[in-house]
C-alpha cells in the first residue's frame, strides 16, 4: 500500500501504511509543533522497544461478538490509512487486536466494555481495536485505559448504513503514561457516530479522532472533556472530512487546567470538500484556565470547497473564572473554594451530563471531583 497524497488539508497530506514513507518529525512540522517530542519516548522515531505490556480485557453485551485476532485478520485496516509516522508504527507493530462486530439489526441493551490496563512505562507498547456495526445495528462501547504504560495505537470504528454507534473513551492513566492513540471512524449512509472523549490522567497523552464517510446522511457528534494539571500535556487533534454530501458533524470540547506547566492542545480541522453539497458542521472548543502557569493552544481550521452548505462554523475561548460568576455565589453565603468548584462543574458537567452509561458518567464525575482536590 503506497504513499497516498491528499492535497486538500494541509495537516492531513500524506497517508500510508509503511513507517518509511513519514520523515521522523522534527518538531516544526504543522502536525507535530505543539507536540514535545522529547517526552514520546521514541514512539515516533523508531527507537521505542517493543517490550511493555498493555492488557487488554473484554466484558461483551449479549448480542455481540468480541475475538482476540492476529495481524493478518483481513478486517483489520479497511477503514483507515495511517496519517503520520506514529499511526503507521502502531500499525507496523502490533501482535494482536480485538475486534467487536455488532450484527445487522441488532441492537445491545448493554455497553461492551474493553479495559485496557498498562503494566509499565519503561518499555513501549502498540495496539489495535476495531469496532464493527453492521447496517442497522446500534450499540455502546467504552474503552478504559488504566495503568502505566508507554503505548500506542489505531482504533477503528465501522459503522454500518443506518447504524448508531456511541464510544466513550477514558483516558484516567498513571502519571508516568505516556499515550498516542488514533480514532477513525468511517460512517456508512444515514449511520450515526458518537463519541466522548474524557482525558484525565497521563504524562503525555495525544488524541486524534476523525471522520469520514461513506454516504450521505451520516452524522457524526464529537465530545471532549479534559482536565490538565501540573506538568501534564493533553492534546486533542480532530479531523472531520466531509467527502459526501448532505452530512452533518458537530464538535465540543472543554477543558480545564491548573498548576505550573500544565499544557492542552486543541486542533479541530474540518474539511468541506467539493462535492460535499448539503454539509452542516459545526466546532467548539473551550478552556478554563484555573491557576497561572498554564498554557493553551486551541486552532480551528475550516476549509470550504463548495458554496453549497447548510452551515459551517466553528469558535475557541480560552479564559480565567469569571469574577462575577464568582461574586455572586459568594454573595449568597457560598465559600470561595465551593464557589469555584462549582462554576468548574457546570462549565465541563454540560459534557458529562450527555454520557450516557450511569457507571462511566459517575466515574468521570468522581475523577473532575479529585482533580478539584488537589
Same mark, same amino acid.
Given at each position: 500500500?503506497?504513499?497516498?497524497?491528499? !492535497?486538500?488539508?494541509?495537516?492531513?497530506? *500524506?497517508?500510508?501504511?509503511?513507517?518509511?514513507?513519514?520523515? $521522523? !518529525?522534527?518538531?516544526?512540522?504543522?502536525?507535530? =509543533?505543539?507536540? %514535545?517530542?522529547?517526552?514520546?519516548?521514541?514512539?515516533?522515531?523508531?527507537?521505542?522497544?517493543?517490550?511493555?505490556?498493555?492488557?487488554a480485557e473484554a466484558v461483551a453485551a449479549a448480542g455481540a461478538t468480541v475475538e482476540t485476532v492476529g495481524r493478518e485478520d483481513p478486517r483489520l485496516g479497511r477503514s483507515f490509512v495511517p496519517g503520520d509516522r506514529v499511526s503507521a508504527q502502531a500499525w507496523a507493530s502490533f501482535a494482536q487486536a480485538t475486534i467487536v462486530t455488532v450484527p445487522k439489526e441488532t441492537e445491545l441493551t448493554e455497553p461492551v466494555v474493553l479495559r485496557l490496563r498498562g503494566e509499565d512505562a519503561s518499555a513501549a507498547s502498540f495496539g489495535h481495536t476495531a469496532v464493527v456495526l453492521? %447496517?442497522?445495528?446500534?450499540?455502546?462501547?467504552?474503552?478504559?485505559?488504566r495503568g502505566s504504560a508507554t503505548y500506542a495505537d489505531n482504533v477503528e470504528f465501522v459503522v454500518g448504513d443506518g447504524a448508531s454507534l456511541s464510544v466513550i473513551g477514558l483516558q484516567d492513566w498513571d502519571d508516568d503514561t505516556v499515550?498516542?492513540?488514533?480514532?477513525?471512524?468511517?460512517?456508512? *449512509?444515514?449511520? =450515526?457516530?458518537?463519541s466522548h472523549n474524557v482525558t484525565l490522567g497521563g504524562d503525555l497523552v495525544r488524541i486524534s479522532p476523525? /471522520?469520514?464517510?461513506?454516504? %450521505?446522511?451520516?452524522?457524526? @457528534?464529537?465530545?471532549?472533556?479534559?482536565? #490538565?494539571?501540573?506538568?501534564?500535556h493533553l @492534546?486533542?487533534?480532530?479531523?472531520?472530512?466531509?467527502?459526501? %454530501?448532505?452530512?452533518?458533524?458537530?464538535?465540543?470540547?472543554?477543558?480545564?487546567?491548573?498548576?505550573?506547566? #500544565?499544557?492542552?492542545?486543541?486542533?479541530?480541522?474540518?474539511?468541506?470538500?467539493a462535492e460535499a453539497e448539503g454539509t452542516d458542521t459545526y466546532e467548539l472548543n473551550r478552556?478554563? $484556565? +484555573?491557576?497561572?502557569?498554564?498554557?493553551?493552544?486551541?486552532v480551528p481550521n475550516l476549509e470550504? +470547497?463548495?458554496?453549497? /452548505?447548510?452551515?459551517?462554523?466553528?469558535?475557541? #475561548?480560552?479564559?480565567?473564572?469569571?469574577?462575577?460568576?464568582?461574586?455572586?455565589?459568594?454573595? *449568597?453565603?457560598? !465559600? &470561595?473554594? @465551593? &464557589?469555584? =468548584?462549582?462554576?468548574?462543574?457546570?462549565?465541563?458537567?454540560?459534557?458529562?451530563?450527555?454520557?450516557?452509561? !450511569?457507571? $462511566?458518567?459517575?466515574k468521570v464525575e468522581e475523577a473532575i471531583e479529585a482533580e478539584l482536590d488537589r
Open positions: 500500500m503506497g504513499l497516498e497524497q491528499r !492535497p486538500v488539508s494541509t495537516l492531513h497530506e *500524506r497517508a500510508s501504511f509503511d513507517v518509511a514513507d513519514f520523515e $521522523v !518529525p522534527t518538531g516544526r512540522e504543522e502536525e507535530w =509543533r505543539f507536540t %514535545p517530542l522529547r517526552r514520546l519516548r521514541g514512539l515516533h522515531n523508531g527507537a521505542a522497544e517493543a517490550h511493555g505490556k498493555v492488557i453492521e %447496517p442497522f445495528a446500534r450499540a455502546t462501547v467504552v474503552l478504559e485505559h499515550h498516542v492513540s488514533y480514532q477513525h471512524a468511517r460512517l456508512g *449512509r444515514d449511520a =450515526r457516530f458518537v476523525s /471522520v469520514v464517510y461513506d454516504g %450521505p446522511g451520516g452524522d457524526a @457528534e464529537l465530545y471532549g472533556v479534559y482536565f #490538565a494539571d501540573g506538568g501534564q @492534546e486533542h487533534r480532530l479531523f472531520v472530512d466531509h467527502d459526501r %454530501p448532505r452530512c452533518r458533524s458537530r464538535v465540543d470540547y472543554r477543558g480545564a487546567l491548573q498548576d505550573a506547566d #500544565a499544557h492542552a492542545v486543541w486542533i479541530g480541522d474540518v474539511v468541506i470538500r478552556n478554563l $484556565v +484555573l491557576t497561572d502557569g498554564t498554557r493553551v493552544d486551541s470550504i +470547497l463548495t458554496g453549497e /452548505v447548510v452551515g459551517a462554523g466553528h469558535a475557541s #475561548a480560552s479564559g480565567r473564572l469569571d469574577d462575577e460568576h464568582l461574586f455572586y455565589l459568594q454573595a *449568597r453565603g457560598i !465559600p &470561595a473554594d @465551593e &464557589a469555584r =468548584r462549582m462554576v468548574v462543574r457546570g462549565f465541563l458537567g454540560q459534557l458529562v451530563e450527555r454520557i450516557e452509561v !450511569p457507571e $462511566v458518567r459517575a
